[in-house]
């Protein structure tokens, strides 16, 4: 099993960079975004719960989004391994990944981080707010309070993997293909050495 964790603030390409590396390397996508905003689509309880502070900005607790993962990896005995997006995004979110993947006597094996400036990241999240559904992306002060939930929560998560020698950092401006091509030479260097294999 080859896991994968695409880490990165909102609007750093992670949601553009996995569907072509599930496509590539025949992962099974998990993007907790995704999975929320279904929810609330579908008018759940839960999507409920979730809906007004999704809107403004501020992360989701961190017992519904690990109930949520933990649920699709039961539903998912099969997969050659999971691309995790947007999760984990707080220290106790790692956590508690860590221990349900060692359950299922899997880990971790890479951290790609996104590296983008915060110019860049407001101008692609208010370009992607004109042509799509997500209000989040309607509001500068709302993109900011997701820059400022992550700089808050989720940057101490590469710290908790780099203490394993887990992070690679990963320039995430320039063009969608360049950036995948960094991403993959980064996946197969980490699939040689450790002799991982995924069906492609
Ligand atoms: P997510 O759905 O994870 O969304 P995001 O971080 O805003 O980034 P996304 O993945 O969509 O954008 P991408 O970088 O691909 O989270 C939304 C909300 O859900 C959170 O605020 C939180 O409330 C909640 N949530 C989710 N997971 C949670 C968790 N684990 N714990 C608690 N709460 C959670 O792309 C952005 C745009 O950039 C796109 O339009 C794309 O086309 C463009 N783009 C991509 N690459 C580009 C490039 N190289 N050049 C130019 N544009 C590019």
Redesign the pocket.
């Known amino acids: 099993m080859f896991n994968l964790i695409?880490f990165?603030?909102?609007?750093?390409?992670?949601?553009?960079?996995?569907e072509m590396l599930i496509a590539k390397y025949g992962l099974k996508h998990l993007?907790?975004?995704?999975?929320?905003?279904s929810e609330i689509s579908l008018g759940t309880p839960l999507g409920l719960a979730?809906k007004n502070?999704?809107a403004?900005?501020?992360?989701?607790?961190?017992e519904?989004?690990i109930e949520m993962?933990n649920s699709a990896l039961d539903n998912n005995p099969k997969a050659n391994g999971f691309l995790f997006?947007?999760?984990?995004?707080?220290n106790a979110?790692a956590e508690s990944l860590d221990k349900l993947l060692s359950q299922k006597n899997t880990e971790i094996a890479i951290v790609l981080a996104?590296q983008?400036s915060e110019k860049?990241?407001v101008?692609?999240?208010l370009?992607?707010g004109l042509t799509?559904s997500?209000i989040?992306?309607r509001n500068e002060e709302v993109?900011l309070a997701?820059i400022a939930?992550?700089e808050k929560k989720?940057a101490a998560v590469a710290e908790h993997y780099k203490k394993y020698g887990k992070v690679k950092y990963v320039k995430?401006?320039?063009?969608?293909n360049?950036?995948f091509d960094l991403l993959c030479k980064e996946i197969d260097a980490k699939m040689v050495a450790g002799q991982d294999t995924v069906a492609e």
């Open positions: 695409l990165g603030p909102p609007g750093s390409g992670k949601g553009t960079q996995s993007s907790t975004g995704d999975l929320l905003r979730v502070l999704m403004s900005g501020e992360l989701v607790p961190d519904i989004v993962i997006d947007g999760f984990p995004r707080t979110q996104l983008v860049e990241l101008n692609r999240l370009k992607r799509s997500r989040d992306d993109i997701r939930e992550y989720t995430g401006e320039g063009s969608i360049d950036i």
